[in-house]
């Protein structure tokens, strides 16, 4: 008997044991519940205007006029008074010190936030008279954390055109370098990858996102630190990809080595939200002292490995890894690197 009692006290207990513990869950479950709804409450403060017009084809002017920026609840500019005008088909170059504004230009440009004051403009469009599905319709945007979605590769492609044949995902695939990988997967382009890419390597994942970028044939392109955490090799087909897709295209890239700079069109010095210089690489290195410091600096720090064929370490101004890239070894650095000095000192 007393066997028996104990063994119904431990079907008695265990039950209320696992209640508390349930009650512990639905606790938790709530307080998140709670967040989710407050995300999802929130107020979009970009919205269409109601008198907004859809942007027509644009030829990718760009124009920052006296823009200042500001984020909600703080006292200082972000951006001050920055000022300049970017031709269509021309890239430009963006360089400074962590918090000087970089990521806040690009993210004006597709309306990710809405000026303080000033405007931004294409073709002579304000971007806050236009709707923002044909505005971000003509802008493509690669970024150092690539998104894909959970479904096939060739439905990641896709995703900016839906409508878009087999033919053309092949091509844009084939254009971004991503073509061959993609076959050596066990079902191809119905290989199906999981949340945020999981299946694919980094740099697969970034010839992905190039692909649906030339897929979508923007206009305008946004690059921000698009070959990070990447070996030598792999590096070397993204800036074959990347080149392919700027290609007539006006390109905004965040960059960091001067190997990148060096072919832009324009260079965009930042310094705490203000221009400090503007021009082309050798123009910069005569008249701007921020330059020339800059360069010196990566000069310093991004030297050559000192074995023959062993990858070049990336130097770093301000902790970003470079978008656009010349060479992907350490022969190429060792040569991009005395071709740079050879430069300082004829500045």
Known sequence: ELVAFISYLNF????????????????????SADRIYEVLDAKNEVVDKPDAKTLPAIRGEVTFDHVHFRYIGQN??????????VEPGQTLAVLGATGSGKSTIINLLPRFY?????????DGHDVRDVTLDSLRS????????????????????RYGRPDASDEDVVAAAKAAQAHPFILEQPEGYETRVGERGVGLSG?????????????????ILILDDSTSAVDAETEYQIQQALDKLMVGRTSFVIAQRISTVRNADLV?????????GLGTHETLMMDSPLYAEIVQSQLREDKPAPLAGEAS???AVDGETVVRVNGSSSNGAA???TEQEEMVRES
Request: net charge positive; charged share 20%.
């Open 114 to 122: 809405d000026v303080t004051e000033g405007a931004v403009r294409i």
């Open 138 to 157: 003509q802008i493509g945007i690669v970024l150092q954390e690539t998104t894909l979605f959970s479904g096939t590769i060739r439905d990641n492609i």
């Open 76 to 85: 200082e500019d972000v951006l001050k008074g920055v000022s300049f005008t």
């Open 12 to 31: 008695l207990v265990q039950p209320i044991m696992t209640l508390g513990f349930l009650s512990g869950l639905v606790v938790r479950a709530a307080v």
């Open 203 to 219: 740099g697969q994942r970034q010839r992905v996102a190039i692909a649906r970028a030339l897929l979508l044939d923007p206009r």
């Open 335 to 337: 040569a991009e690197q």
């Open 268 to 276: 965009l010095v930042l310094d705490k939200g203000k221009i400090g």
């Open 313 to 315: 370490g990336n130097g």
